[in-house]
Nanobody
Framework: QVQLVESGGGLVQPGESLRLPCVAS????????LAWYRQAPGQQRELVAN???????NYADSAKGRFTISRGSAKHTVVLQMNNLTPEDAAVYYC??????????????????WGQGTLVTVSS
């Protein structure tokens, strides 16, 4: 089994920053793509940013210029740095690991995992 644990959410004022780390654990051989999604109340979950194993990044238009996704120094970690936050950024942020290769007794198997979410509130 693969587990993703997010942290770093909280209450900030408009214009402030937050850093969201996510750590994947388990019998992981590799993770192709790590991503951050968010879901605001009454809205669908949407992609914020993702990063591939080759460190190619992709951002939602709302995140470009303000958010930065990167792989952490520890293996199988991803960090979302969010700057100049606005009330429209308030949501539950979820870490996602796509195309995970998991080591099992029968070789490598593909898996996918979501974190439990971390709440970001932006309010003055």
């Amino acid at each position: 089994q693969v587990q993703l644990v997010e942290s770093g959410g909280g209450l900030v004022q408009p214009g402030e920053s937050l850093r969201l780390p996510c750590v994947a654990s388990g019998n992981i051989f590799s993770i192709n793509t790590l991503a951050w999604y968010r879901q605001a109340p009454g809205q669908q979950r949407e992609l914020v940013a993702n990063i591939t194993v080759g460190n190619k990044t992709n951002y939602a238009d709302s995140a470009k210029g303000r958010f930065t996704i990167s792989r952490g120094s520890a293996k199988h970690t991803v960090v979302l740095q969010m700057n100049n936050l606005t009330p429209e950024d308030a949501a539950v942020y979820y870490c996602d690991a796509g195309t995970i290769l998991v080591m099992t007794g029968n070789g490598l198997k593909e898996a996918h995992a979501w974190g439990q979410g971390t709440l970001v509130t932006v309010s003055s």
